[in-house]
């Protein structure tokens, strides 16, 4: 999808919709360590899916601004730079270079499936590492503690986020495409 070819008001409204998904949705989550289980990979997989790099990328940035001056948009209705700043925030930062990998990877390939899967675990693969090491930084623990704690709970649910946003965003993105919002 090439974002220039959709007009400006057109482009704010589903960047808009899309951080107001994030922020509505991003809250809930599951409390099973530093790192609790939520649905912001999937919807910013999703992002990346239906709005291409560039849009994806800005929605992930507005929802972290938000959560960054103190709305309670991320995991279990917390928000503000401490959050962000913290020992788990490198996997918060992490979203946009997930954004950034999984759209760039999406968009040269022009959205065929099985690309667009090694794309998506691409750009988690970049979010973990990202965000493993901030943590192993901010907590002073190794590698193997970090990896434990907050990686390898979350493999196989990633794994199934990605197949979801992969038919959903499929989906998504053919119905837009017919109703001529996206090109």
């Known amino acids: 999808m090439k974002e220039e070819t959709i007009p400006a008001v057109q482009q704010l409204c589903f960047i808009a919709l899309m951080a107001g998904i994030m922020c509505l949705l991003g809250p809930l989550a599951i409390p099973i360590g530093p790192v609790p289980i939520s649905v912001m990979t999937l919807l910013i997989y999703l992002s990346v899916y239906i709005l291409g790099m560039k849009m994806g990328t800005v ?31 490198g996997y918060l930062v992490g979203y946009i270079f997930l954004t950034l990998v999984s759209g760039f990877i999406m968009e040269k390939i022009a959205y065929r499936r099985f690309w667009c899967i090694l794309g998506t675990v691409a750009g988690t693969a970049v979010l973990y590492a990202f965000g493993t090491v901030w943590f192993v930084i901010l907590m002073d623990c190794s590698v193997g503690y970090a990896v434990s704690m907050c990686v390898r709970p979350f493999l196989i649910g990633d794994l199934a986020k990605i197949v979801l946003a992969e038919l959903v965003g499929q989906e998504v993105r053919r119905r837009l495409r017919a109703a001529h919002l996206l090109d």
């Not at 929605?59 to 962000?84: D, E, Q, R």
């Open 59 to 89: 929605s992930c940035i507005i929802y972290l601004l938000l959560g960054f001056v103190g709305l309670p948009v991320f995991a279990g209705y917390t928000g503000g730079a401490g959050k962000l700043l913290g020992a788990t925030g």
